[in-house]
C-alpha cells in the first residue's frame, strides 16, 4: 500500500475578513480508509471540503489528494475525486435509473457493464424500487439517496461528503454507513463531515474540528 497520504492537510487555516472560518487543521487519511469530520456548526468542515475541491481557498497551509493540489480542471483530478458537498444536479424528466445509467456511462463508457454498475449502486442504497420514478416524486431522504447513487456511481478514488446522513432516518444512516465502510475495505478513500454517530462508529478515524 502506498505511504503517500490518500487525503491530508497541513495547517490548513482560513480566514475570511478577520473571521478565522477554520483554524490550522492537520491530518492524513491513508488510501482505502474512511475518516469523518466532527464539530459544531460553524468549525470549518464544510469549508474544509471545499478546500480539497478548490471552491475555497486557504489563507494558510495546504491540503492534497495522493500528494498533489487538486486542480479540478485537470481531467486526471476530476477523475481522481466525487464528492456530494454542492447540490447534485438533477434532470426533472429523466427517471432515476436513466440519470444513475447516464453518470455511469460518462464515466466509465457506454459499456455492457454500465448498466450493471448503476442496478448496483441503486440497489445498495434501498433505491431499486423507485428506479422509475422521476426526481420530483422522491421525498428528501429519498433524494439524498439518490444524490449519493449519482455520486458514488462515479469511478472515484477519492470521496468527499457533506453530511450524507441529511434527511435519513436511522436505518438508511446505518445502510450509508455500512455502505461507505464497505466501499473502503475496496480501496476507496473517503472524508466525511458529519453529525451522525453510526458514521463516526463506521468509520477508521477522526478529525475534530474547532
Known sequence: ???????????????????????????????????????????????????????????????????????????????????????????RDMTLRE??????????????TTAERAEEVTGQLGLSALAERFPSQLSSGQLQLF???????????????DEPERHLDSDRVDLVATLLAERAEQGTSFLVATHEAAMVDACDGVMELG
Open 1 to 91: 500500500m502506498s505511504k503517500v497520504p490518500a487525503i491530508a492537510a497541513e495547517d490548513a487555516t482560513v480566514v475570511l475578513d478577520g473571521t478565522t472560518l477554520l483554524a490550522p487543521t492537520t491530518f492524513a487519511v491513508m488510501p482505502g480508509k474512511f475518516w469523518c469530520l466532527t464539530g459544531s456548526n460553524g468549525s470549518g468542515k464544510t469549508t474544509l471540503l471545499r478546500a480539497f475541491l478548490g471552491s475555497r481557498r486557504l489563507t494558510g497551509g495546504a491540503v492534497r489528494v495522493h500528494g498533489e493540489t487538486v486542480d479540478l480542471a485537470r481531467p486526471r483530478h476530476r477523475r481522481l475525486m466525487a464528492s456530494l458537498v454542492e447540490p447534485v444536479p438533477v434532470a
Open 147 to 161: 444524490s449519493l447513487a449519482l455520486t458514488l456511481v462515479r469511478p472515484a478514488e477519492v470521496v468527499l461528503l
Open 99 to 112: 440519470q444513475v445509467t447516464l453518470v455511469a456511462a460518462s464515466w466509465h463508457g457506454d459499456t455492457t
